[in-house]
């Protein structure tokens, strides 16, 4: 198996939970749920850079995420782009997202304006560390939901993304596994007090 193809195998994992976060600051709380879909591993995984190889660019994004696990597209095929080393940093960290998601790290609000060299848009910033450097995680609205889709996700290389971010903490924190039903906690903050 090669590195993309784990990268959507990791994601497929993640396609039956969706996760409930609780956040404040200043006394104020903002509630938002989390979901996944298999048309955002399209863009977790940098296929959106390799712009000179036609079929990660065309097509539906499920359809070319259910292409990598089945090993139809391969991560020698995203090699041989000329675009290749912009996506490779995404790579490693994606395989753990899972990981990233259950740990109870930094969360900010998203401000694009304090961020003015970026095109990102987002309604949150999650940041992490992978391997002793901080990955940032960005979260935006379903264009038709009312949930959070993971919009991009990539380690820190030069641009501190969390500079100027206001900062919430973590309040409660619960994966739920929409096929079964069965809700874990993973943080409750309030449960403490």
Request: proline share 3%; glycine share 4%; net charge positive.
């Amino acid at each position: 198996m090669d590195l993309l193809q784990q990268c959507a195998q990791e994601f497929e994992r993640l396609i039956p939970y969706q996760y409930h976060i609780i956040i404040g600051r200043k006394g104020k709380t903002l509630e938002f749920s989390l979901s996944f879909d298999r048309a955002d591993f399209h863009h977790l995984a940098g296929l959106h850079k390799l712009r000179d190889n036609v079929r990660f660019q065309t097509g539906k994004r499920a359809e070319i995420m259910k292409e990598i696990l089945n090993g139809k597209l391969t991560l020698l095929q995203a090699e041989k782009s000329a675009f290749f080393d912009e996506m490779k940093p995404r790579l490693l960290p994606l395989t753990q997202l899972e990981h990233f998601l259950d740990s109870n790290e930094i969360i900010f609000r998203y401000n694009a304006r304090a961020n003015t060299f970026s095109a990102i848009q987002a309604d949150y910033l999650l940041q992490n560390d992978f391997e002793d450097t901080p990955a940032y995680l960005f979260l935006a609205q379903r264009s038709d939901g009312d949930t959070q889709v993971c919009r991009t996700f990539f380690p820190k290389s030069g641009r501190d993304y969390a500079k100027g971010q206001p900062q919430y903490t973590l309040l409660k924190k619960e994966k739920k596994n929409m096929i079964t039903s069965e809700t874990i906690v993973q943080y409750d903050r309030f449960a403490l007090n």
